[in-house]
Structure formats: structure tokens, C-alpha cells
Nanobody, 111 residues
Framework: QVQVVESGGGLVQAGESLRLSCAVSGITFSIATVGWYRQVPAKQRELVASISSDDSITLADSVKGRFTISRDNAKNTGYLQMNSLQPEDTAVYYC?????WGQGTQVTVST
């Protein structure tokens, strides 16, 4: 059974940081692309960042210079480090490992 579990969300003030984690089990994590997406009500889910099995990274323009994505294959875990958070980063953040989605974690950034 595949499990994708996000953690690390919360409420922060503008300018602060959060690190999201994505713990994965049930698949060969090391060969899976890991992606972080976010969604706000009434809008489509959008890609924030992804990291492939060979550590190729894609970042949305809106987060370049502020967010970084990484993975630890020994721990079957992906990470999204979010710095200089802004209110427009408020969303539910989802992790996708290969074709499997987590349940999401809420990130709220106050002014």
C-alpha cells in the first residue's frame, strides 16, 4: 500500500520560513519524481517545485530564490524549504510521488 504523507505546514507571518516534509512508503522512492503542488479555493492546483530521480529540479517562477526542494532517498522523504513566505503563498500544499498524492498540508501566511 502506497502512502504519501505531508507534514510541516502551519501559520506563519510574512517573511518567515517553513519546511514541508513528504514521507513516502510503498514505492521505490529513489526512482520517483517528487513534486510539490499548491492549491487555493476555486483555482487549479499548480506546480511549485519538482525533483527527479537524478536530482533535476524545476521551480515555479513565483518561488525562485525563496523555495528549495530536496530529497533524502535513505529516508524516503522529500522536502520543500520555504523562505521569505508571503501571504500569496497561502494554500494547501500537496506532495506527489510518482503518481501518488498526499492529503495536503495547510500553509497560511499572515501579514
Amino acid at each position: 500500500q502506497v502512502q504519501v504523507v505531508e507534514s510541516g505546514g502551519g501559520l506563519v507571518q510574512a517573511g518567515e520560513s517553513l519546511r514541508l516534509s513528504c514521507a513516502v512508503s510503498g514505492i521505490t522512492f529513489s526512482i520517483a519524481t517528487v513534486g510539490w503542488y499548491r492549491q487555493v479555493p476555486a483555482k487549479q492546483r499548480e506546480l511549485v517545485a519538482s525533483i527527479s530521480s537524478d536530482d533535476s529540479i524545476t521551480l515555479a517562477d513565483s518561488v525562485k530564490g525563496r523555495f528549495t526542494i530536496s530529497r533524502d532517498n535513505a529516508k524516503n522523504t522529500g522536502y520543500l524549504q520555504m523562505n521569505s513566505l508571503q501571504p500569496e503563498d497561502t494554500a494547501v500544499y500537496y506532495c506527489k510521488a510518482w503518481a501518488f498524492w498526499g492529503q495536503g498540508t495547510q500553509v497560511t501566511v499572515s501579514t
